[in-house]
Every structure is written in structure tokens, then in C-alpha cells.
């Protein structure tokens, strides 16, 4: 297994912000897609961003997400503004093998996630 560690949720109101890290160890970020997954109360696992030479975005989050990485840190980032009671969610870092998607079973490493609840 290929330890990702996510950091970063917690509380904030609605229109503020937050920064999501994920930290890859033994998994090179920089050479490996890498996604973030969210998933609310009573909802299935739903696709947020993914980054490889290119990014892909649900369309609930575009405009207002933003994923990048460090590949000197190797750490992935999602850096969420705007952010709606709807985003309510647990995030996920995870890491595939293989082509740029948003299908989570085409991930082959998960983080234990990190809680983000927007709400005032």
C-alpha cells in the first residue's frame, strides 16, 4: 500500500475557503494521476478533480476548485474557494496507475480522507 495522508478540511462558512493536502509518500505525484474524491452522508463516492499532465473537474466544482501539486514535496493540493453547504463532505486524496479519470475504481491508492463541512 502506498500511504496518502490527507490534511486541511475542517469548518468553514459559506463563500470561504480551504486548501486540501495530500501527501504521497513512496508514490511519485508527479508521475502518477492523482484525484480527489468526496463523499457526503447516506451519498456515493463522487469524483472532485484530477491532475496528470492535464486536470479534469466535476462540473459542480469548476470555477471555483483548483488542483495542483508540488513534485518537489510531492504533495497534491485542492485548494476549494467559494464553497457552498453542498460541499459538505468527507475528501479523499487517491493515486492511479493509469489514465486521467474520474471513475474511482480506476484509482488504485486511497488516503483515509478528511472531513470538510461548510456551514455557518
Known amino acids: 500500500q502506498v500511504p496518502l495522508v490527507e490534511s486541511g478540511g475542517g469548518l468553514v462558512q459559506p463563500g470561504g475557503s480551504l486548501r486540501l493536502s495530500c501527501a504521497a509518500s513512496g508514490l511519485t505525484a508527479s508521475s502518477r494521476v492523482m484525484g480527489w474524491f468526496r463523499q457526503a452522508p447516506g451519498k456515493e463516492r463522487e469524483f472532485v478533480a484530477a491532475i496528470s499532465w492535464s486536470t479534469l473537474y466535476a462540473d459542480s466544482v469548476k470555477g471555483r476548485f483548483t488542483i495542483s501539486r508540488d513534485t518537489a514535496l510531492n504533495t497534491v493540493y485542492l485548494q476549494m474557494n467559494s464553497l457552498k453547504p453542498e460541499d459538505t463532505a468527507i475528501y479523499y486524496c487517491?493515486?492511479?496507475?493509469?489514465?486521467?479519470?474520474?471513475?474511482?475504481?480506476?484509482?488504485?491508492?486511497w488516503g483515509q480522507g478528511t472531513q470538510v463541512t461548510v456551514s455557518s
Open positions: 487517491a493515486g492511479a496507475r493509469g489514465r486521467l479519470s474520474n471513475y474511482p475504481h480506476e484509482y488504485d491508492y
